[in-house]
């Protein structure tokens, strides 16, 4: 196996991160390999033979060629408080790789030892959180969400010490860059007007190019603003998408807002049951800052920091530079809101917004919310009890003013529930078949319900068996698809999740 990386992040200079090498460990060993993700990436290796060679690459133990190791600086906004100093402490950049396209991706390991920003932490990780960001990331990935990935998941052979003892393990990250809002923060909290235009320029070159100039030429306000309506852009379809499949991200920092618009950090994310636009399940959210509806608002809060930190790159007048990105959030905003209401009506099978379908979409949350109906399953029921006779049927009886709901209060749940049913009948009548295609699209039929992701964890954390985690991941990688073994993972929990709370994993 022939494998090199090369070391763009690294070119930008020693403010930018600190060198540092990967502790090694004692007893690496492979649990996990993604065979897609190595092929898309040109890792070609034989199983027979490359285990225990992957196994020392992405422990740390040895030095892929090329790699020059770096843990990354950063600010971040910690749930509203802004800490100046953060970056990788527990996380190596080795370098990045070119795919067969010739797109670059960093290879980052989690869990390989301390840096110069690890502050008290170990720098290790438990095999649990690594786990669960190797499901979560590939179901996300299958979903047809953006994210970034997971190459490998390699046991440490070493405790790692939380509560208790707990195996470890090195997790490695495929990401388009790990560059983040509050990279920019860093360089914007230190006043390094030079580092914040390289780290710009970079960003330009890595995700934006066709934003580059002349080369020489110095960086133009222009390109800026062009840049930073780029990376908005980036974050409108990231959101909608999780708010598609009832994703919760659970710590949405600005330390881990990706300006490529990838989701990062798995560590206390979950996924929603019974609708409610209120849920949270990350037990450091005490405020309920990152609750399920309140991502859209977060990303534009998030944006915001970001702008700040662009502001001096534009004009020496704040007020000048601020006439000219601000008009830009505001659109973001209501980019947000127009693509959020274009995919709900998309669930329900339409495919472009017209008068009262915001009305529709809004009624049928508030209803789902009332009855506790489940957000995944609501969906996928309602498309596969869609066909031309009951809609027929039921326009029939709505244009004859009749009601198949007598005896029901005018004010109950399912009442309300038939009435909008044919509200929507009506709406969808034209198209049933195009309606329960695009139903088809844009629903899933699983997710990776936090149930069996936490009992897959235990299972493979106390015996070692990972044979329950391939079998899901063989479901969860294809979400739209009725497979045979689909129906073991479709189901709620018994308790509604009540009780159920994530944990940061560090």
Not at 127 to 136: F, K, S, T, V
Not at 247 to 264: L, P, Q
Not at 459 to 466: F, N, P, R
Request: net charge negative; hydrophobic share 40%.
């Amino acid at each position: 196996m022939k494998l090199s990386l090369s070391n763009g992040y690294f070119s930008l200079g020693n403010a930018f991160y600190q060198q540092s090498t990967p502790t090694p460990v004692s007893a690496p060993e492979l649990l996990l390999w993604n065979t897609h993700l190595a092929e898309k990436l040109s890792i070609n290796y034989s199983i027979e033979q490359d285990d225990e060679q992957l196994a020392q690459y992405f422990s740390g133990n040895q030095l892929i060629d090329g790699s020059t190791p770096i843990a990354q600086a950063y600010s971040g906004h910690q749930f509203g408080h802004f800490n100046p100093q953060l970056g990788d402490g527990r996380a190596h950049l080795l370098g990045d790789i070119s795919d067969s396209e010739g797109q670059s991706w960093d290879v980052q390991l989690k869990g390989s030892g301390t840096s110069f920003f690890s502050r008290s932490g170990d720098g290790r990780c438990a095999l649990g959180p690594a786990l669960r960001e190797y499901m979560m990331s590939e179901a996300m990935f299958a979903l047809g969400v953006p994210t970034t990935r997971c190459l490998a998941v390699v046991a440490t052979g070493e405790a790692v010490y939380r509560e208790r003892p707990l195996p470890g393990a090195v997790v490695t990250r495929i990401a388009s860059s790990h560059i983040r809002v509050g990279t920019f923060q860093y360089f914007a909290a230190r006043n390094d007007i030079d580092s914040l235009k390289k780290l710009t320029n970079f960003s330009i070159e890595r995700h934006f190019p066709q934003l580059k100039g002349i080369e020489g030429e110095v960086l133009s306000a222009q390109q800026v603003v062009d840049f930073f309506a780029a990376v908005l852009n980036k974050q409108v379809p990231l959101v909608v998408s999780w708010l598609r499949v009832g994703f919760i991200h659970g710590v949405m920092n600005t330390d881990n807002t990706a300006i490529s618009g990838e989701t990062i950090d798995y560590g206390p994310c979950a996924m929603m049951n019974h609708y409610h636009s209120d849920t949270v399940f990350s037990s450091i959210d005490r405020n309920s800052r990152y609750a399920f509806g309140n991502q859209s608002k977060i990303i534009q809060w998030n944006m915001a920091r970001l702008a700040d930190c662009l502001l001096p790159l534009i004009d020496d007048d704040e007020d000048i530079a601020l006439a000219k990105i601000t008009p830009l959030l505001q659109q973001f905003a209501n980019d947000l809101q127009f693509r959020y209401f274009e995919m709900m009506a998309n669930k329900l099978g339409i495919a472009q917004l017209a008068d009262g379908d915001i009305e529709l979409v809004n009624d049928l949350l508030a209803i789902m919310t009332k009855m506790k109906l489940d957000y995944t399953q609501s969906f996928v029921t309602l498309a596969a009890n869609l066909n031309q006779k009951e809609v027929d049927k039921v326009i029939a009886q709505h244009s004859d003013g009749e009601s198949n709901n007598a005896g029901e209060e005018v004010g109950s749940a399912q009442y309300q529930w038939q009435a909008w049913l044919s509200r929507w009948y009506v709406r969808i009548a034209a198209d049933v078949e195009g309606a329960k295609d695009l139903m088809a699209k844009t629903n899933p039929l699983v997710i990776p319900r936090n149930h069996h992701v936490e009992a897959i964890l235990a299972t493979s954390q106390t015996t070692g068996d990972l044979n329950p985690l391939h079998e899901f991941l063989a479901v969860v990688q294809q979400p739209y698809e009725l497979l045979a073994q689909t129906a073991a993972y479709q189901d709620a929990p018994s308790d509604g999740d009540e009780n159920y709370h994530t944990f940061c994993g560090t």
